[in-house]
């Protein structure tokens, strides 16, 4: 079975902001993984104490590639679970979406590969 190109994790952050910048979602890097393979963890925080943790995972049975939740609920609980994906891969790549309405765009075509 031949394998789908993948895009390097650095071309995806960029595409990623991108987009959140032209649908006026502030977003920032928080921290730099590897540029090629390094996997990528969204954090929404909604302005109001809370926040949720995404990362990309496969669904076995299609192969396809899928946003799952981390975490969810008060900021600072957030953030120790993202500090504890960090401890566990350094090349994880965090980036930090502000948005009151919660949106990451990540149900949107084309964000999940």
């Known amino acids: 079975m031949a394998t789908?190109?993948?895009?390097?994790?650095?071309?995806?952050?960029?595409?990623?902001?991108?987009?959140?910048?032209?649908?006026?979602?502030?977003?920032?890097?928080?921290?730099?993984?590897?540029?090629?393979?390094?996997?990528?963890?969204?954090?929404?925080?909604?302005?109001?104490g809370r926040a949720r943790a995404f990362q990309r995972g496969y669904d076995l049975a299609s192969g396809a590639r899928l946003w799952t939740q981390l975490a969810d609920g008060p900021e600072p609980e957030v953030d120790a679970a993202i500090a504890r994906q960090r401890r566990y891969d350094p090349d994880l790549w965090v980036i930090e979406i502000e948005s009151r309405e919660g949106r990451t765009l990540l149900d949107e075509e084309g964000l999940s590969s």
């Open 4 to 48: 789908e190109p993948r895009l390097s994790a650095d071309f995806w952050v960029r595409a990623y902001l991108a987009r959140l910048t032209l649908a006026n979602i502030p977003a920032y890097i928080t921290h730099r993984g590897d540029a090629t393979a390094g996997a990528v963890l969204i954090k929404c925080a909604t302005l109001d």
